[in-house]
Protein backbone atom coordinates (compact mmCIF):
# COMPACT_ATOMS: atom_id res chain seq x y z
CA UNK A 1 0.00 0.00 0.00
CA UNK A 2 1.13 3.67 -0.60
CA UNK A 3 0.93 6.84 0.43
CA UNK A 4 0.27 10.33 -1.32
CA UNK A 5 2.34 13.42 -1.23
CA UNK A 6 2.60 16.94 -2.19
CA UNK A 7 5.17 17.53 -5.59
CA UNK A 8 5.86 21.26 -6.61
CA UNK A 9 6.01 21.59 -9.90
CA UNK A 10 8.14 24.56 -11.63
CA UNK A 11 5.74 27.16 -11.23
CA UNK A 12 5.10 26.55 -7.47
CA UNK A 13 2.15 24.46 -7.93
CA UNK A 14 1.01 22.05 -5.31
CA UNK A 15 -0.04 18.76 -6.63
CA UNK A 16 -0.44 15.43 -4.85
CA UNK A 17 0.76 12.22 -5.59
CA UNK A 18 0.54 8.65 -4.97
CA UNK A 19 3.54 6.86 -4.14
CA UNK A 20 4.06 2.88 -3.95
CA UNK A 21 7.27 1.76 -2.92
CA UNK A 22 8.91 -1.56 -3.06
CA UNK A 23 9.96 -3.96 -0.23
CA UNK A 24 13.44 -3.85 -1.44
CA UNK A 25 15.63 -2.71 -3.62
CA UNK A 26 14.03 -0.39 -6.13
CA UNK A 27 14.88 -1.66 -10.10
CA UNK A 28 14.02 2.14 -10.74
CA UNK A 29 10.57 4.48 -11.31
CA UNK A 30 7.78 4.58 -12.61
CA UNK A 31 5.27 7.31 -13.26
CA UNK A 32 1.55 6.01 -13.38
CA UNK A 33 -0.37 8.56 -15.13
CA UNK A 34 -4.42 8.27 -14.64
CA UNK A 35 -7.21 8.02 -16.64
CA UNK A 36 -10.60 10.73 -16.43
CA UNK A 37 -11.09 9.63 -13.71
CA UNK A 38 -8.62 10.93 -11.23
CA UNK A 39 -6.24 8.82 -9.36
CA UNK A 40 -8.66 6.18 -7.92
CA UNK A 41 -8.69 3.09 -6.40
CA UNK A 42 -7.94 1.42 -10.13
CA UNK A 43 -4.67 4.08 -10.88
CA UNK A 44 -3.46 3.46 -7.15
CA UNK A 45 -3.59 -0.45 -7.70
CA UNK A 46 -1.75 -0.42 -10.81
CA UNK A 47 1.04 1.75 -8.57
CA UNK A 48 0.28 -0.86 -6.15
CA UNK A 49 1.23 -3.65 -8.95
CA UNK A 50 4.09 -2.12 -10.24
CA UNK A 51 5.70 -1.66 -6.65
CA UNK A 52 4.87 -5.15 -6.48
CA UNK A 53 7.30 -6.20 -9.77
CA UNK A 54 10.10 -4.04 -7.37
CA UNK A 55 9.59 -0.62 -9.20
CA UNK A 56 8.90 3.11 -7.28
CA UNK A 57 5.28 4.20 -8.72
CA UNK A 58 4.58 7.80 -8.65
CA UNK A 59 0.78 8.87 -9.56
CA UNK A 60 0.30 12.59 -9.77
CA UNK A 61 -2.64 14.09 -9.55
CA UNK A 62 -2.90 15.71 -12.85
CA UNK A 63 -6.25 17.27 -12.41
CA UNK A 64 -5.02 19.45 -9.51
CA UNK A 65 -4.29 22.59 -11.64
CA UNK A 66 -8.67 22.22 -11.99
CA UNK A 67 -10.37 20.42 -9.83
CA UNK A 68 -8.81 19.09 -6.40
CA UNK A 69 -9.48 15.50 -4.85
CA UNK A 70 -10.86 13.91 -7.80
CA UNK A 71 -11.76 10.34 -7.34
CA UNK A 72 -14.49 9.22 -10.07
CA UNK A 73 -16.27 5.54 -10.88
CA UNK A 74 -16.85 4.51 -14.58
CA UNK A 75 -20.21 5.32 -14.97
CA UNK A 76 -21.85 7.27 -17.53
CA UNK A 77 -22.02 10.40 -15.08
CA UNK A 78 -18.53 9.86 -14.20
CA UNK A 79 -17.64 9.43 -17.55
CA UNK A 80 -19.16 13.06 -18.53
CA UNK A 81 -17.64 14.87 -15.47
CA UNK A 82 -14.14 13.42 -16.39
CA UNK A 83 -14.34 14.22 -19.71
CA UNK A 84 -15.19 17.79 -19.10
CA UNK A 85 -11.93 18.26 -16.42
CA UNK A 86 -9.75 16.48 -19.29
CA UNK A 87 -10.85 19.43 -21.65
CA UNK A 88 -10.33 22.22 -19.04
CA UNK A 89 -6.94 20.61 -18.08
CA UNK A 90 -5.91 20.90 -22.38
CA UNK A 91 -7.02 24.22 -22.03
CA UNK A 92 -4.44 25.36 -20.09
CA UNK A 93 -1.41 27.80 -21.14
CA UNK A 94 1.60 25.00 -22.70
CA UNK A 95 2.97 23.15 -21.28
CA UNK A 96 -0.15 22.85 -18.65
CA UNK A 97 -0.17 19.46 -16.67
CA UNK A 98 3.42 18.70 -18.21
CA UNK A 99 4.74 20.80 -15.63
CA UNK A 100 3.24 18.24 -12.94
CA UNK A 101 4.19 15.04 -15.10
CA UNK A 102 8.26 16.68 -14.55
CA UNK A 103 7.95 16.87 -11.00
CA UNK A 104 6.42 13.59 -10.64
CA UNK A 105 9.56 12.16 -13.08
CA UNK A 106 11.91 14.17 -10.77
CA UNK A 107 10.57 13.23 -7.07
CA UNK A 108 10.60 9.20 -8.83
CA UNK A 109 14.15 10.18 -9.63
CA UNK A 110 15.41 10.85 -6.14
CA UNK A 111 13.58 7.76 -4.63
CA UNK A 112 15.51 5.98 -7.14
CA UNK A 113 19.26 7.68 -7.11
CA UNK A 114 21.41 7.13 -10.03
CA UNK A 115 18.03 4.57 -11.24
CA UNK A 116 15.97 5.46 -14.47
CA UNK A 117 12.88 6.48 -14.30
CA UNK A 118 9.81 5.17 -17.34
CA UNK A 119 6.08 6.70 -17.61
CA UNK A 120 2.98 4.94 -18.25
CA UNK A 121 -0.41 6.09 -18.69
CA UNK A 122 -4.06 4.91 -19.64
CA UNK A 123 -6.36 6.92 -22.14
CA UNK A 124 -5.84 10.42 -21.61
CA UNK A 125 -2.60 9.85 -19.06
CA UNK A 126 -1.97 7.47 -22.83
CA UNK A 127 -1.91 10.56 -24.17
CA UNK A 128 0.28 12.51 -21.89
CA UNK A 129 2.35 10.08 -21.52
CA UNK A 130 3.39 10.32 -25.57
CA UNK A 131 3.72 14.03 -24.40
CA UNK A 132 6.06 13.22 -22.17
CA UNK A 133 8.03 11.15 -23.73
CA UNK A 134 8.26 13.99 -26.52
CA UNK A 135 8.91 16.49 -24.44
CA UNK A 136 11.13 15.34 -21.10
CA UNK A 137 14.50 14.09 -21.96
CA UNK A 138 14.37 13.11 -17.88
CA UNK A 139 12.40 9.87 -19.21
CA UNK A 140 14.07 6.67 -19.83
CA UNK A 141 11.08 4.63 -21.15
CA UNK A 142 7.33 5.55 -21.69
CA UNK A 143 4.17 2.81 -22.49
CA UNK A 144 0.91 4.33 -23.75
CA UNK A 145 -2.36 2.18 -23.02
CA UNK A 146 -4.95 3.41 -25.95
CA UNK A 147 -3.97 7.41 -25.51
CA UNK A 148 -7.10 9.17 -26.66
CA UNK A 149 -5.37 11.74 -29.40
CA UNK A 150 -2.36 10.36 -29.71
CA UNK A 151 -3.29 8.95 -33.37
CA UNK A 152 -4.12 12.30 -34.30
CA UNK A 153 -1.95 13.58 -36.99
CA UNK A 154 -0.52 16.47 -34.69
CA UNK A 155 0.61 14.13 -31.77
CA UNK A 156 1.69 11.45 -34.67
CA UNK A 157 4.49 14.44 -35.90
CA UNK A 158 5.71 14.33 -32.75
CA UNK A 159 9.05 12.60 -31.78
CA UNK A 160 10.01 10.78 -28.66
CA UNK A 161 12.91 11.40 -26.96
CA UNK A 162 13.20 7.88 -25.72
CA UNK A 163 11.46 4.14 -26.48
CA UNK A 164 8.28 3.69 -26.76
CA UNK A 165 5.41 0.88 -26.50
CA UNK A 166 1.94 1.64 -27.39
CA UNK A 167 -1.32 -0.53 -26.57
CA UNK A 168 -4.37 -0.18 -28.59
CA UNK A 169 -7.35 -2.60 -29.03
CA UNK A 170 -8.78 -3.00 -32.09
CA UNK A 171 -12.54 -2.74 -30.84
CA UNK A 172 -11.91 0.66 -29.66
CA UNK A 173 -14.88 3.19 -30.78
CA UNK A 174 -12.63 5.87 -29.37
CA UNK A 175 -9.15 5.21 -31.30
CA UNK A 176 -9.99 4.05 -34.51
CA UNK A 177 -8.26 1.30 -36.19
CA UNK A 178 -7.18 3.35 -39.47
CA UNK A 179 -5.30 6.31 -36.90
CA UNK A 180 -3.27 3.59 -35.17
CA UNK A 181 -1.99 2.22 -38.62
CA UNK A 182 -1.34 5.44 -39.72
CA UNK A 183 0.21 6.43 -36.48
CA UNK A 184 2.95 3.03 -36.74
CA UNK A 185 3.63 4.44 -40.14
CA UNK A 186 4.42 7.84 -38.78
CA UNK A 187 6.38 6.52 -35.75
CA UNK A 188 8.33 3.29 -36.92
CA UNK A 189 10.45 3.78 -34.13
CA UNK A 190 7.74 2.93 -31.63
CA UNK A 191 6.58 -0.77 -30.73
CA UNK A 192 2.87 -0.71 -31.44
CA UNK A 193 0.51 -3.59 -30.60
CA UNK A 194 -3.08 -4.10 -31.57
CA UNK A 195 -5.70 -6.51 -29.23
CA UNK A 196 -8.74 -7.88 -29.98
CA UNK A 197 -10.15 -5.60 -27.48
CA UNK A 198 -12.35 -2.21 -26.71
CA UNK A 199 -10.84 0.94 -24.82
CA UNK A 200 -10.22 0.68 -21.15
CA UNK A 201 -9.19 -3.28 -21.58
CA UNK A 202 -6.67 -2.94 -18.90
CA UNK A 203 -8.47 -1.86 -16.08
CA UNK A 204 -10.64 -4.52 -14.55
CA UNK A 205 -13.23 -1.44 -12.74
CA UNK A 206 -14.57 -1.46 -16.35
CA UNK A 207 -17.10 -3.15 -18.63
CA UNK A 208 -14.30 -3.02 -21.52
CA UNK A 209 -12.29 -4.85 -19.12
CA UNK A 210 -10.17 -7.98 -21.25
CA UNK A 211 -8.54 -10.16 -19.16
CA UNK A 212 -6.46 -11.51 -22.00
CA UNK A 213 -5.43 -8.28 -23.73
CA UNK A 214 -4.77 -6.94 -20.22
CA UNK A 215 -2.20 -9.80 -19.26
CA UNK A 216 -0.23 -9.74 -22.74
CA UNK A 217 -0.27 -5.92 -22.72
CA UNK A 218 1.45 -6.12 -18.98
CA UNK A 219 3.78 -9.11 -19.75
CA UNK A 220 4.63 -6.68 -22.38
CA UNK A 221 4.51 -3.82 -20.60
CA UNK A 222 7.30 -5.40 -17.97
CA UNK A 223 9.40 -6.99 -20.03
CA UNK A 224 10.17 -2.90 -21.54
CA UNK A 225 10.39 -1.33 -18.64
CA UNK A 226 13.13 -4.34 -17.34
CA UNK A 227 14.67 -3.76 -20.10
CA UNK A 228 14.92 0.03 -20.11
CA UNK A 229 14.96 0.83 -16.85
CA UNK A 230 17.39 -1.00 -15.42
CA UNK A 231 20.74 -0.60 -14.92
Not at 19 to 26: F, H, L, R
Not at 111 to 137: E, S, Y
Amino acid sequence: MGSFVELTAVDGAKIPAYVAKPEGAARGAIVVLQEIFGVNSHIRSVADRYAAQGYVAVAPATFQRVQPDVELGYTDADMKQGFALKTAVEALPEPGVLRDVEAAVAHAAELVPGGKVGAVGFCWGGLMTWRAACNLDTLSAAVCYYGGGMTGELEASRQALCPVLAHFGAKDHYISLESVEAFKLAQPKVEVHIYEADHGFNCDQRGSYNEAASKKANERTLAFFAEHLQA
